[in-house]
């Protein structure tokens, strides 16, 4: 936009500004905007319930009434749904408009119920406080209001209290428009009508909390928060969510010392204010008590607390020991976890006692060459004309880059052309959803980039391809060859990398990936397994849960000599280890973050670290004065400072204070390319089903089992299967069937769905109950299943 | 009393295909719901839900905004008797006292036998007639206290059941568009022209 | 009594053109046999033998104006559709349920095929490639005999594929409702088409002419504004013209209902008839029962605002009916005699729109239902002198600003123009203020004499029903 | 002489008749003088708003006033309370509707006994005794838990080890109450009407100072 002066000469009159005045002062808009929207960029406020910025208006609250000037004299609108218009005269608060605005207050509040002592939005709340600044004092409704059941349960997460509900259809709407999960409505009409679910359906929408975060009463509040605080008594700190890797800009909230409650935090270029449910409340992990408060070392009769200078010496005596058998004999697995600065200093760490064998993936994503294609930033995939999914399940993997996409699709700025082993979150919304026999995607691309229709679609703009691991039952490379196809027909996409860990790339761009051609995790684990590693160091890594080949990594940690793990909770890969070394959970420090897209911005410490908790890189350095190596460095921002200027991909963000916000991004070059290669792969036995496997939102992660108010809504173990297949098969949908291959086997109950296509089946990773990982074998492209019936 | 039978899933399909979008048809699909069994089921809802392609929220939402809809057995009758100002000033409160006695119910209720169910209605669009009831959606025009007792009378004795079926079927008579007739439901997503007769000729 | 029916019952014929009930003597009117019989589909037959653009031409030029309650030019209306955007849709309005107001459901029911004429036409002449006819969910009988006369129509060929042999097709789809008084209102009516709550949308942007079903440009017409057109293209403009005045031609249908001697519905003659001449003419309504006084009558459906004797004079005419202080909306006269309980009557009224409130609107769906809780405490003896005032702040929350009423000479009152300003999307919400503001107005000695002097609400006024023994009710 | 200046109301309140503190020394100055038997040891009337340690009061069937929303804790200028806030049990609850006082703490070390507290209560559950005569040795006994603070069931406060009751002075629990209009009503503005207590009734309020 450009600032209009009249006086200037040469007067380039921006198209697209429109001059109005609002409370007789200019004001520049843009052409389409709502008056409300440009009289937020003024001093003068006007009320609001129902406007959201970042959802379609209805009008509905009237609370936003304001006078224009018309030919005919003063009209009354509402703000939230009239656009601008050149020399338009806005008044907010003349006495008719104050007058209808007090009204309409007065009217809202009448049947509100005045608990707002015991309602957690009380001292919060947008109802309490223009009941205040634009309300008329007092009331004059003497009747009763108007009752129902106090707060009802609408999921394991969202409470609803219907009497609060001052109808203003943000959370349908949102649930309709941004989610795209319409489980809640209004119901009835007029006087009675109230927001509910179907009868005995949950509000199971992975999105449910933002509904909570934008409802301008308390009518619905969250499980995990309740009465947990009080606005007054909150602390709080801007941090980005690292729950998974899209890297979502978030409020961390603290009372007396415990984190109470994560807000989203509205920026462009990410999350739009949104977050999914598992990153806005797996914070009461890091609340929980089952958290690691002090080292731990391995004696008689277990691990047993001791001192962190005895803890260090040990490691330190570990990792010397195996070091004098040559620096092959020593791996780190994991680091994603952390901030860039813990990985930085574990990376310098590892340089300087010669350890090449890292990696910070565990086998399940993709190789890092992918950051070396030409990059796309999340805005402009959501801008791109062509969108190419050739990725996991957006919905349940990376929630919110599920919602931009969705939004792009939905406002018809792009149109989704969808690979996809089976029905995804996003199919609905595709343009064309093309699906595969996992192993037959480069050939199902191939063929699909050769139609004539998909080509007129490409030639109409840009195209980025949303590139990630979609099936963990099939080498890696399936995925990459059919990049290879995409770029063969579209030379130049650009690609939007989205591996799932959540500082993965942060962990990538400073090293934590397997150094001069030393092998990845599985690598490391298959020569673990060999016996020729002496000392694993997992940075709050568990290959035991997390690596697909549960067989291979037994073996590993059964052949590896000692383990030294770094992790913020006991869990199956470290409860054998020689020495635990507590780390500082998210919260608990500071640095910074890159997301998928290469955006880095912060994670600030907002509560002490829990018992004797350090944060990575601290230990990192202590570690390393144990071993007799000076990192160099004394305090987080003397690290930050050697990171931005030894790494080149951080020298954007060195001094940069914007990372407190929006984030900079890392700067990278174009330098990998991905050719067509030729694969070749072995049929489908017919009475077999090829095997998807994938993750969902809710799985047995860390951060959700040790999560209360998650816990319960983790999926059981399941195999689905399409409905045709089962009932080929002859089986009972739900019931328990025997899955299969070559020697192994597991019982689980199977499942009918539709969005499995015939001749696959599709395990979710990682649920409770039944562990699928004896089926995975790491070795073999593909895995084929076969499903019988128990006897 | 459930999702809807085979023969009103051929009726409904051919509903839904009249309209540009499916959730169109919604309402004339809760009424076809609501004929089979006189209300409207939950598990009607959520099969109206996967014929139309949305939520069963979402056809909750709706079902509920309308007054002609219930999601509870009534009774085989409902005696909806109007209360608003033209039926009023001739006498429609009575009316109502008459019948509240006569059936033994308050307004609202269902009797006993399950035969009738007595409800307060809002203007019918038989003002001039007032006072004035519908029975199914019959109408019943002018209705004295004797005329009420009269229809009472016929209705339990089954004398009109030609004229007045059970609750929840509405008109008797449905609309249907031999395919060969039928344009089809004009979409936009399929149309960007101007329809063939506007080209500044005539028609015929 | 029991009272002998014609073939439409509550239609009183009379000696007067008849433009759009000129078959409802005929037992069987609603048949395509009787219809054919009496120049049925000759409008159609004579509008497809032109091109559509002159069609349209001429319903501008006759000016039919929308007979729902806005009265706004049918023939502007399709003007409005931008030029190039396809497809366009007919939305007919069969949603009568204005209170008094029943002209609608007797043309559905008794001439089915004339509605059906008029939106093929419609269709042609404004280019609109589908109709949906979306009829009241309550009128079983209109929606049997729409269906039968559809079915009859497609099976002959003048709807559907190639009407007439022409290149005309379009299909009409029979919708109804299920119970809505709101979804009257046309975007609420488009919503309920769609399939979802109907809830009226904003407009602007929501002008269904630019954005209306499916976010195509929609016309929504009412059915008896659809019902003059066959009769209009079989005789022509200079016909239609000639009756009526010229601002309002042609015809329309008003139903009187109330204390008259003889209520009924009347197709009268636009302009000229008077509000005496419809409830004292011996052709109409006969003077008021048992010959008592007038005491008031609404003049235009449920939501207008109150007349009283001082207003007889005035012609059912739009531009004279709003700067009186009211609007003709509908054409449903409601008569009170000198025994109305004014107050319990503007509380029937009152009930209803507060009952029919969408919910979308604050004002409407809270003022609504708060004003039917101080009317009801006041009729039912509970009220205090301060529930009065309160009456009229509760109004003003939902119509600021000075509100319309009439003149009164006795009681040195002058008239409030229509119409009023409101805080709410659509009409619903002023409706149910309306009532309670003509009888507070005119009548407001009868509400102080149901106030006792009490400064208190006895109990806590918690029940709508009355209570028996209220606390110094005495 | 300037200096002296600061001294006068300390000098007037010297003499016999002006005395308060030695009137319950514990028998000390009774044991003394023995002539001034009649005046040991009794405490003198106190004001009727006085201001002392606070309680937390019940409704009369038992239930706490309290329903943890932290209003005091907020309006607190010595940030001595802690309040959190639990989910009733529906089945048994602990107070009329959904949210209790779960914690309660009073730290005495920093209460400055404003009061602002009990104007801030919602519900009129923490009021304030006449009795300031406490003291403790140890920081933990003057942290006042939820337990210490609350009436028990016949409405009377607890008395603890170390505070210096006498026999009737249980009754001097009536709080005092806001000045404020609690319930919105503009006639009360400014009224000092007290709290109704369970044991005691309710005190008229006091008469509008203009």
Redesign the interface.
Known sequence: MTIVDPTAENIVVDPNVVNITINDKPVLARKGELIIAAADRTDDFIPRFCYHPRMSSVGMCRQCLVEVETPRGPMMVVSCMTPVAEGQIVRTATDTVKKAQEGVLELLLANHPLDCPVCDKGGECPLQDQAFSHGPGESRFVEEKRHYEKPIAISEIVYLDRERCILCDRCTRFADEVAGDPLISFTSRGNDTQVLTFPDEPFSSYFSGNTVQICPVGALTAKPYRFKARPWDIEQTESTCTSCSVGCRIVVQSSRDELVRFQGVDIDPVNWGWLCDRGRYNFESVNSTERLIAPLIKSDSGLATTSWSIALESAARIIRTALASGADSVAILGGARGTNEDAFAWASLADQLGITQRDSQLGDGLTPEIFNLEQATIDQTCAASTIILLSPDLKEELPVLYLRVRDAAQKRKSRILEFTPRDSGLTPYAWRSVSFEPGRQAQVVRETLETQEIQEQIRRGEVVVVLGRANLAENESFTLHALGEIFHAIPNAKVLPVLRRGNVRGAVAVGLTPQKNSGDAIDILTKAAAGKIECLILLGSDPLADVADSDLVARAFNRTRSVISIDTFINSSNRNADVVLPAAAFAEKTGTTTNLEGRISNVTQQITPRGTCRPDWMIATELGLSLGIDLGVSSLDELHQKMTSNIPEFSSCANNPIINSDGVLMVSEASATISRASVVLVDRNSYSYRLIVSRTMYDNAQSTTTSPSLVGIITKSAIYVNPLDLARIGVVDGTNIRVGIADKSIVLPVNAHSGVYRGTAWLPYNHTTVDVRPLLDITSDVVDVRIEQLH | MSRLTDKNLVIAKEIIARYPRQKSALIPLLHLAQEQSGYISREAMVHLGELVGVTSAEVYGTATFYEMFRFEPIGKYLVNICGTMSCALMGAHELMHHAEKRLGVKAGGTTQDGMFTLAHAECQAACTEAPCLQVNYRYRLRVSTADLDNLIDDLEAGKLSEEIPAHGVLAKVRQHIAPDRGVGAVSPELVDQAPAWLNGKAAL | MSTTYSHAPGFVAGDRPKIVTSRFEFADSFTLERYLATNGYKGLRAALSRPANEIHDDVKSATVLGRGGAGFPAGTKWGLTPQQVWPKYLVVNGDESEPGTYKDRLLMERDPHQLIEGCLIACYAAGLSQCFLYIRGEMALAQERVAAALNEAYAAGYVGKNILGSNFSVDIILHWGAGAYVVGEETALIESLEGNRGMPRLKPPFFPAVNGLYGQPTIVNNVETLANLPWLLCNGVAAYTAVGTKTSPGTRMVAVSGHVKRPGVFEIINGTTTFRDLIFGEEFCGGIRDDKQLKAFVPGGGSAPWFTADQLDLPFEASQVGPAGSMLGSGAVIVMDETTDIPAAALTLTHFYAHESCGKCTPCREGGTWLERILRRIVDGDGTDADLQQLLEVGAMICPGDFPHAANAQLGLTAVPFPYKMTTICFVGPSAFAPVHSALTLFRSEFESRVTKRVTIPVTAVSTAKTVTSVGAH | MGYLGGFIVTLRQRGEKNRVTTQYSGGRVFRRNKKRAIKMDEKLDKPERMHGRHVLNRYEDGMEKC?????C??VCPAKCIHV????NNPTNPTSP???FGWIYEINYLRCIHCDLCVEAC??EAITETKMFEFSFTNRKDAIYTKDELLVDNSGKPQQLAWEDWREGEEQNTSGWMRATAAS?D?NFVGVVSWSGELGHGVRPAEEKSE
């Open positions: 329903i943890g929303c932290e209003l804790a907020a959190r806030g639990a989910d509707g959904e949210r919602p519900t919105g503009a």
